[in-house]
């Protein structure tokens, strides 16, 4: 097949999409398709800027108001016509955040009439939105740590006292629709609420708090209808942060968990369940903490989760017995599947 993988984006998750984009793309020509390597905000990237990429590893995350800038400068409806995308059997998106993530490119390429593999623009749009997700996950009796979202520092700062009183201490504190831990704060106390709450109010205008719910940090992938071996996150610092996330040595991955199996199947289930509530499709990732009674509490579903070699759901696959080609060739595949 002739494929297109589109990676870097506008958001503030650009350095481990160019990542995760660099390596598929990779990884797809060790499978035997021909690949085109394209940065949504410049275009087409040559083997010598790939090159460079693979070599960079993931770099630290810009400053939020960068992405505003890529905003402004990134032409994503003229995507198409630049890269040659309506010559390719497939597109294969490894977007992360706003752009490419939040439903946005696939709604282009929905309009274009291009086929491409993952999640479309409203299983895209649910995931994004954490707010939306625990609700949509609340009503589907799924368990998901509780919350309270305001809007703007005004209603953060007036409505405090009893957002700390209901959820109580530690608790998080985030932007609803960032992803890589970017903007978000495990606060101890009411100073560390309120310089949370400025943190997150610097990527969007929302901010949600979330019960801090002690225990360990499991993920599941799933790759078409198959949930792949739970994974186990021990980070150096007290959550899985972006420094525990791209640098190495910072946390422990440990492929399968160390779980029994009715613990297992009982986080896979309720993945897939996950899965299904926000429609998903092809693949995702979904996070739970996994309290001391063994009840895992959902924390967010990934639509388009880290694809680099070492991430979790590769991870993942590998230890189903799946490399990571014969993992993106099958992605591909179904994206595909569906135009047939």
């Known amino acids: 097949m002739r494929i297109a993988v589109l990676m870097g984006g506008i958001s503030e998750e650009r350095e481990v999409s160019l990542q995760s984009g660099v390596q598929v793309a990779q990884a797809l020509r060790e499978a035997g398709h021909q690949v085109l390597s394209v940065d949504t905000s410049h275009g087409l990237l040559d083997p010598d800027q790939e090159a460079a990429l693979l070599d960079s590893g993931v770099g630290p995350p810009p400053p939020p108001s960068r992405a505003e800038d890529l905003l402004r400068t990134g032409d994503m409806t003229s995507l198409i016509g630049r890269t040659g995308l309506d010559g390719v059997d497939v597109v294969f998106p490894a977007l992360h955040g706003r752009g490419g993530e939040d439903g946005t490119i696939q709604t282009l390429l929905e309009l274009a009439g291009i086929p491409f593999s993952g999640s479309d623009r409203v299983g895209c749009t649910l995931s994004m939105d954490k707010d939306l997700t625990k609700r949509l996950l609340r009503e589907g009796g799924i368990l998901t740590p509780r919350w309270i979202t305001v809007k703007g520092r005004e209603e953060g700062k007036a409505r405090l ?43 969007e205008e929302r901010i949600l708090f979330e019960t801090y719910v002690r225990g360990r940090e499991i993920t599941v992938g799933i790759l078409g209808r198959e949930t792949l071996p739970v994974g186990e996150i021990i980070p150096e610092h007290e959550i899985f942060d972006y420094e525990c996330k791209y640098r190495p040595g910072m946390a422990r991955e440990i492929f399968p968990a160390d779980l029994s199996r009715e613990a297992a199947s009982l986080a896979q289930k309720a993945a897939l369940r996950v899965h299904d509530t926000l429609l998903l499709r092809d693949f995702s990732r979904v996070d739970f903490i996994l309290d001391g009674e063994g009840t895992p509490w959902c924390l967010e579903a990934n639509a388009l989760p880290g694809m680099t070699g070492n991430s979790l759901v590769p991870q993942a696959a590998r230890a189903a017995g799946i490399s990571f080609p014969e993992f993106c060739r099958r992605v591909a595949e179904m994206g595909r599947a569906r135009e047939s």
């Open 161 to 203: 006292p009893g957002i700390v009183e209901t959820l109580g201490l530690p608790l998080i504190v985030k932007p609803p629709s960032g992803g890589s831990t970017l903007g978000l704060t495990l606060a101890h106390d009411r100073q560390e609420v309120e310089r949370g709450m400025d943190l997150a109010l610097e990527y």
